[in-house]
């Protein structure tokens, strides 16, 4: 018989404990007498960067990963976003009773397979069971500290006008695959969520110092919403060219299909970088001599100080892109 | 053509149009997907300043009348019955809330995507009355007629129509006949014309000396359009012209009007700011009255005073721009629509909303 979660594994008992250490110190690493309240870390001087994030992706699993890397890949950009470097990860695990033992360790063993592949430890976390219909399968907390040189500040109100924006690689492919997955559309032929680690990629960004104004990992609303929040934020204009975006040809047609547009869906392994425009062509180039920016490109730049994000189309036409409304994708990380 | 040659023809549509654009010409886009089309594409960026492009009644969910959703979720709420829908109509708010609410109350309330889904409902579930909403022009119409025609084959007792079909000419006729109404020049709609070709809008020219040109889609469509429409017009020789008939016949599609007619007949309809047109409604022909939802159900309608300062009446007849609306922007956007202008995909204030075509457009690369 196929091996369940049942309401006693959270009962914080025998069960729990159990399960804690068959399943997550398995696939995370570390000795179970070693085990206390908190996790104890010392951190390097300077400034620190902490987030969190949670994960109630449906299809828990998916082409290019599943909620485990994802809720792992999630926390580490948030971190590299401010241009830090990942030092410890916390994971909690809210679980649906019914759901299989082969599920959970599955999810848990992609966390701990991307973690000692970046070498970020999972140091501390959580297990809760819910009775069956109170959650669905899994949902995941991450939260994650880093620290940050001296020299790096990235904060959107650092853009000024003229500076270029990259995307790291091609836009939309984590939201379509989800979608198509979701909509029984057959996707075998190549797009695959793109959910991957970047804060090797932005790391080699750190000796371009000042230069490099902001980075946001382009998760839900995609690089629409990035930008127009961007825009808000510097009080300038951008404006990006159609041409330049990075979409691959299923993805394009696939989002026609499917009455929507590649800019406003969601990338987990995607950044928008804004940098200053003396540096914009070695910075570009940087990035794609990382293996995880290969197709980036320069697909803009900042303007006057009427904040908002403006489309050169196609036709050389131009149309605003608006703040995404109402009919995001749910679930979608 | 690949694409860099249609981009070449959309730059040689533009230089045409700036050579011959000399004293304002005022044009009207028929259909909502146009609406949608041109603010998606931005071409009003592109146009000569002496063309205006306003947006007409062909979007179905913006003309549908506030006492026909009344009606419509009065079937939920006091016949218990399962309603379905297409999607831009959940959020249309009639004078006591909106189909999306109804359903968040309990209401058994489901989006379709064809009037097929809803017939499949009734068949798996033969317990329960299904309702279909029949929102749309010529090109929904057939599908409903067709859905009938099957419920009728199979003896399905269960699903009705809640009919709200209705037939873009005689609006058009009515738009151009009425008051304070000026326009040079129709962009006719592709998909409606798909249907009933091109005969039925000949009055357009002969009668009211305005020219028409039906369009397809693609922004180097819509251009070749206005182009088309801006020469009638400096020529002073008004006419209807297919320029999509890749898509289009000059007699339409015959199979689905016979559809049409052997299962509707013309009837009146109500119109959100147009009122009531006589004849330009589809009524279930005498053998098809007992699908006829309206008649199962004994729905009455009742009269709804529209929401104070909302313009939408105006605004589909062309008269005035969303940004002119006293609710535009401010108590009336997307996330909270009074008006169904506001809601649909293809409204009219949506797309003002959303592309914002007033102004704004930065200078060419400079933004």
Redesign the interface.
């Known amino acids: 018989m196929t091996e369940t979660i049942r309401l006693a594994h959270g009962s914080g008992g025998e069960m729990t404990s159990r399960l804690i250490k068959e399943i997550f110190y398995a696939a995370f690493g570390g000795d179970v007498r070693d085990a206390n309240d908190s996790a104890v870390l010392e951190l390097p001087r300077g400034r620190t960067a902490f987030t969190t994030d949670s994960y109630v992706i449906s299809p828990m699993f998916f082409p290019g990963g599943d909620i485990g890397k994802l809720a792992f890949c999630g926390t580490v950009n948030d971190l590299a976003s401010v241009g830090a470097r990942p030092i410890a990860l916390a994971a909690s695990f809210i679980i649906e009773e019914g759901t299989t033992f082969e599920d959970l360790r599955r999810i848990a063993g992609s966390i701990g397979e991307v973690s000692r592949a970046t070498g970020i430890p999972v140091v501390t976390g959580d297990t809760k069971v819910v009775d069956k219909g109170s959650g669905d399968k899994v949902f995941i907390t991450t939260s994650g500290v880093g620290s940050i040189p001296d020299d790096i500040d990235y904060h959107p109100r650092n853009i000024r006008p003229g500076d270029a924006i990259i995307v790291t690689g091609s836009i939309g492919d984590h939201g379509y695959c989800i979608t198509a997955l979701r909509e029984g559309i057959d996707i075998k032929s190549a797009v695959t969520s793109d959910c991957a680690p970047l804060h090797g990629l932005v790391e080699a960004l750190w000796p371009f110092g000042a230069h490099i104004r902001a980075a946001r990992d382009a998760t839900r609303g995609g690089v629409g919403m990035v930008l127009n929040e961007w825009a808000m934020q510097s009080s300038r ?3 990006i060219h159609e041409e330049r975006l990075p979409v691959k040809d299923e993805v394009a047609g696939g989002t026609a299909l499917l009455g929507l547009e590649p800019i406003y869906l969601a990338n987990e392994g995607k950044m928008l970088i804004a940098v200053s425009p003396e540096k914009a062509a070695e910075v570009l180039d940087c990035i794609r001599a990382h293996p995880a920016g290969a197709d980036a490109a320069l697909i803009g ?4 100080d ?1 904040p ?1 994000v ?11 892109v ?1 703040v995404p ?2 009919e995001i994708l749910p679930r979608i990380c | 053509m690949n ?1 860099d040659d249609d ?1 070449k023809y ?2 040689l549509m533009v230089e045409r149009l700036r050579e011959i654009s000399k004293r304002p010409i005022k044009l009207m886009e028929v259909c909502g997907t146009h609406t949608m089309a041109i ?8 146009l000569p300043v002496e063309i205006e492009l306003v947006s007409g009644p062909g979007c179905p969910v913006c003309v549908t009348a506030d006492s026909d959703i009344d009606a419509f979720m009065g079937l939920a709420r006091d016949h218990r019955v399962t309603l379905v829908t297409y999607g831009d109509m959940m959020r249309v708010p009639g004078s006591a809330g909106s189909l999306a609410e109804l359903k968040a109350e309990g209401a058994d309330i489901r989006v379709a995507y064809s009037s097929l889904e809803a017939l499949a409902f009734a068949r798996s579930e033969p317990h329960k009355e299904i309702v279909f909403l029949g929102v749309g022009f010529e090109t929904t119409a057939p599908a409903t007629a067709h859905a009938v025609k099957s419920a009728v084959a199979e003896g399905l007792q269960n699903f009705s129509v809640y009919n709200l079909h209705k037939t873009v000419p005689l609006a058009i006729r009515a738009l151009l006949a009425g008051d304070g109404v000026q326009i040079d020049g129709l962009i006719l709609p592709g998909h409606v014309s798909v249907i009933i070709g091109e005969a039925p809008y000949a009055f357009i020219a002969d009668e009211f000396g305005v020219s028409g040109a039906i369009a397809g889609f693609e ?1 180097p469509e819509i251009m070749a359009a206005i182009v088309r429409l801006a020469g009638d017009i400096n020529a002073g020789a008004p006419r209807i012209s297919n320029i999509y008939p890749k898509a289009v016949k000059p007699e339409g599609n015959v199979v689905a009007q016979g559809l049409l007619d052997e299962v509707f007949a013309p009837g009146d309809a109500e119109w959100r700011g147009l009122g009531v047109i006589p004849g330009s409604g589809l009524d279930f022909r005498e053998a098809f009255t007992s699908f006829d939802a309206a008649k199962r159900f004994a729905v009455e309608r009742r009269e709804v005073r529209l929401h104070r300062g909302c313009s939408c009446g105006e605004i589909l007849k062309g008269m005035i721009k969303p940004s002119d609306c006293p609710l535009f922007g401010s108590l009336c956007t ?2 909270r629509p009074i008006g169904p202008c506001m809601v649909s995909s293809e409204g009219t204030c949506a797309a003002y ?4 075509d007033d102004a ?3 200078e060419r ?3």
């Open positions: 204009g951008i404006l730049n900042t303007g006057d009427k908002r403006v489309l050169e189309t196609a036709w050389g036409t131009q149309r605003l608006p409304r109402g | 694409r981009k959309f730059h603010g998606k594409s931005g071409i009003r960026t592109v922004p997307p996330e909303f959303l592309y914002n704004n457009i930065v690369g400079r933004p």
